[in-house]
């Protein structure tokens, strides 16, 4: 396998010391981007501007050995990595990504119906665990102010014309929000990024459709009950922050 070099992002120094331990044990090089300071020689200070930001960052600072570029969030644990790798062995795949997996919270079940689709029509991607071939995220860095700068990175590169690989099996273990009410806000967030992204980028027609019909199909999801009504409310919201004009790389409650 080509030689890897992962990439961790962490808002404060909460969750570093478990992620350095978990990277060291795995063996691969790598560096944390933290937003607040921290002595350790593979931890980097940047402050908080956005994911997009700390991506271009920390650019300058990958070997220029490195083929293969791991990004992944402080706050989670990797699991099955060299499943992932394995995609790679195709030399056509570019970028592959893997899954959240969330024990408790709605976006238990939200992954469960997510998933599906992003295996037939790769409509987002997942910064938690995302693996990049260096040659390709050369070519797509700096990236834009964006708060969805993993569905960013997934468009361009679909639209430089790669191949990309959904591995489901390969998944970052993580928490995210425990209440519906909560939900809106992650949605607004991350829906907005999304139509960020595709504003920068031309992915295939299909994505361009699916994320076209989402704010008029969005109603369907009151069938789920009170999860539904929070995720509706948070995809409409997001959508009209964009429309706004709302093209920041962080979230601020409005």
């Not at 020689?41 to 490195?66: C, L, Q, S």
């Not at 570019?94 to 295996?119: C, D, H, S, W, Y």
Request: charged share 25%; proline share 6%; aromatic share 12%.
């Amino acid at each position: 396998m080509e030689k890897l070099f992962l990439v961790s992002f962490a808002r404060d120094t909460r969750h570093v010391y478990r992620k350095i331990a978990e990277l060291e044990a795995l063996g691969i090089p790598y560096r944390v981007v933290c937003g607040e300071r921290l002595e350790h020689p593979n931890v980097m200070y940047r402050p908080p501007n956005g994911k997009y930001d700390a991506i271009n960052f920390v650019a300058d600072f990958i070997p220029e050995t490195a083929c293969i570029v791991i990004m992944n969030d402080v706050d989670t644990k990797i699991h099955n990595l060299h499943l992932a790798l394995q995609c790679l062995n195709d030399e056509r795949v570019a970028l592959v990504f893997g899954t959240e997996m969330v024990k408790e919270g709605p976006q238990n079940l939200f992954f469960r119906m997510l998933n599906p689709i992003r295996k037939r029509i790769p409509i987002a991607g997942s910064g938690e665990l995302l693996l990049v071939r260096r040659s390709v995220l050369d070519r797509i860095l700096p990236l834009k102010r964006c708060k969805a700068e993993d569905t960013y990175i997934l468009f361009k590169v679909l639209e430089q014309g790669h191949k990309i690989a959904f591995c489901e099996e390969c998944y970052a273990e993580t928490e995210r929000t425990k209440t519906p009410e909560k939900e809106e806000e992650y949605k607004r967030r991350t829906v907005a990024g999304i139509y960020q992204a595709l504003s920068y980028t031309s992915p295939p027609p299909l994505i361009r459709v699916f994320y076209a019909l989402l704010p008029f199909s969005s109603p369907l999801l009151l069938f789920l009950g009170k999860r539904g009504y929070f995720w509706m409310k948070g995809i409409l919201f997001g959508f009209l922050d964009y429309l706004r004009g709302d093209r920041s790389g962080t979230w601020q409650s409005i």
